[in-house]
């Protein structure tokens, strides 16, 4: 069964609204009959002759516009599009032509011209939703387009030909075999298909070796290729059991489709039998089911219909019925629901291996002709919260079948846009790894100067631990570890930056959550040892020692150095305005320590060993900014800027050999000169 024969198997039934059945002329009638019975292709001809031999402009512009309608039916766009130009140049009175004008160039990727098209439609017939409709989905295509998801696709070139080839099936448990429909030279039957022109679909089957390559496809036995369409297969868990889609063919007759089922033992399948579907019908010959699909665990069969049910959506539906331990039906399918079926054609279902739910629609608001969506399971049975799965897997043309390798995020779909071999061809997806690095430089933060021989250390929560040490540049990477990667995703990491004479800085990064590949650049900055620190804002009221609240938020960051330095002693440096005090008889010496001894008390309640620090009250002796220097200044605003940064505290490291919990105290405070 062709693509096109799956969409419009029944077209009797869902004629567009604007066709119109000659009245005169055998030839026009002839091609009206086999526009009737879906024998698209056929009618394309036979309307094309009786073009030639009609007098009548109105008839002669109708004509155009049913080849071009025959055109649409088969798929091809673009000659679709031609005919219906010529349609309107040939003043076809109904503007319906534009919108399809607008379609066509949808379905070919033209989202700017579309649109055109619909508004030129839409001058003519403000009334119609479907211009607006058509628009909107041009826009957002192009969005999807300009923003393309995170999957790679590519043409499954050894399994194409220059004709139809679609829906594979993983026929092996190790699914390095796959079944799926083509209608390729080798094909049965001698007749051609009157929809398209080309043969009627078998099944083939190929298989993959080591390297992947694909071996050269095999047209399965008599038992399961007839002289009509065989197409759209799929195997149960334990590849057993075969289901697959059956058109019967008879020449200028039209036959509805049927979901059939054979064993498959070793490579050899056992004559099929026709599975027994309660569906409604309308008329014996035109019902279709088909595009079989199962669940995990084989007890729920998933399949297409339009068959007139309960709960029909229009076109074809897609409905759900209970599998015997037989892998028989058992029941009365079931609709799945507005939620997944549209007004159109809801076909190609897929079900993974967790109950989620993929399928081909065309409506809803998609990228051209039919779209791949995917579903949530909502309850035993039930799907929704329906999305697009967008570009690339989506294209303006038709997009469907696809199927899964297993767990894994990577399989097959059918697509007839270009880059193929032929008509619909078989294209490859997955999902690429996110690639993740971490590189940077560390500089001596006093000189600027490049740290050779910096240890970077890092510690994942998934349990991996890596370091180096940087280059003579001070740089250093983790990118590739042979032929895995260092960072990994949905891992966070601790970083230790540590070089003997400097304080050690720790960080963090984290690829939870992110969606696109990333490499983290750093640069981080050491503190020599032997250097007075001068923290950030650490400073005090006239005559106060309290400390401010930004003061408290400002010694945050030397909390935070103790805790990343536990074997580090400091002293902390407090100092004074050159002003003399008025409150303590001690003066600014006095004062200073009071300053410094509140900045210890602090850290000791946030949890710091009071053995690791010093407090040290430097007086007014060393000045930020000199009294010399103030009493030049012109505004007293200026001037107690000034003696605000000298009223500070600032810090030194005394020690590096500190042992958490010995209770080690430290050594006496320096003289104060």
Known sequence: MTIRKILVCLSALFLSSTMVLAQGGRLADEADDAFTKGFYFNAIELYKKAYTVEKKAPVKAELIFKVAESYRMIGDVAQAQVWYEKANKAQYTDPITYYWIGQMQKQQGLYAEAIASYNKYKEKKSNDPRADAGIAA???????????????????????????????????????????????????????????????????????????????????????????????????????????????????????????????????????????????????????????????????????????????????????????????????????????????????????????????????????????????????????????????????????????????????????????????????????????????????????????????????????????????????????????????????????VEKEGYLVVKDQITTVGLTESTTFVKEYFLQPHNRVIVLPRIEYDVDQFFLRPESKDSLETLYQTLVDNPNIVIELRSHTDARPTRKYKGGNLELSQKRAQSCVNYLVEKGIDPARMVAVGRGPDEPMVTMDVIKKMATNEEKEAAHQQNRRTDFKVLRTDFVPGTGSTPPPPAPNN
């Open 138 to 496: 041009c826009q957002m295509a192009q969005k999807w387009k300009d923003s393309p998801t995170r999957y790679s696709v590519d043409p499954e070139v050894l399994l194409n030909t220059p004709q139809y080839d679609y829906s594979p099936a993983f026929s092996d448990k190790k699914n390095e075999s796959v079944v799926f429909s083509s209608t390729r030279p080798a094909a049965s039957g001698s007749s051609t298909d009157l929809i398209i022109g080309e043969a009627f679909a078998d099944l083939f089957a190929s298989s993959r070796d080591r390297l992947g390559k694909w071996s050269e496809p095999v047209k399965l036995p008599i038992e399961i290729n007839s002289e009509g369409n065989e197409a759209t297969p799929i195997f149960n868990a334990k590849r057993t059991l075969m289901y697959f889609t059956r058109c019967p063919a008879e020449k200028k007759k039209v036959f509805g489709c049927d979901i059939w089922v054979s064993k498959k033992v070793g490579n050899n399948f056992a004559a099929p039998v026709m599975l027994k579907l309660k569906l409604a019908t309308v008329k014996e010959d035109t019902l279709t089911a088909g595009h079989p699909a199962l669940s995990a665990d084989d007890d729920m069969l998933v399949f297409a219909t339009n068959s007139p049910y309960p709960g029909h959506k229009g076109g074809k539906d897609l409905y759900m019925v209970k599998l015997d331990r037989e892998g028989m039906p058992a029941g009365t399918p079931v609709n799945l629901g507005a939620e997944v079926n549209t007004a159109k054609d809801d076909m190609f279902p897929f079900l993974r291996y967790d109950g989620s739910f993929y399928y081909s629609s065309n409506g809803m608001q998609g990228m051209g002709g039919m779209d791949i969506y995917h579903a949530e399971k909502t309850g035993e049975g039930t799907w929704g919260h329906v999305e697009n799965m967008k570009s690339p897997l989506n294209s303006a043309s038709d997009d469907l079948g696809i199927t899964f390798d297993g767990e894994n995020d990577r399989g097959f779909f059918t697509t007839n846009r270009p880059g193929g071999k032929g008509q619909h061809d078989i294209w490859r997806f997955y999902m690429p790894d996110l690639e993740f690095a971490l590189q940077g430089n560390v500089y001596d933060k006093v000189s600027g100067q490049p740290i050779v021989g910096a240890k970077i250390t890092a510690v994942g929560t998934n349990g991996s631990n890596f370091s180096a040490l940087t280059d003579d540049n001070g740089g250093f990477a983790f990118i590739e570890n042979g032929k895995d990667r260092y960072i990994k995703e949905e891992t966070s990491y601790s970083i230790l």
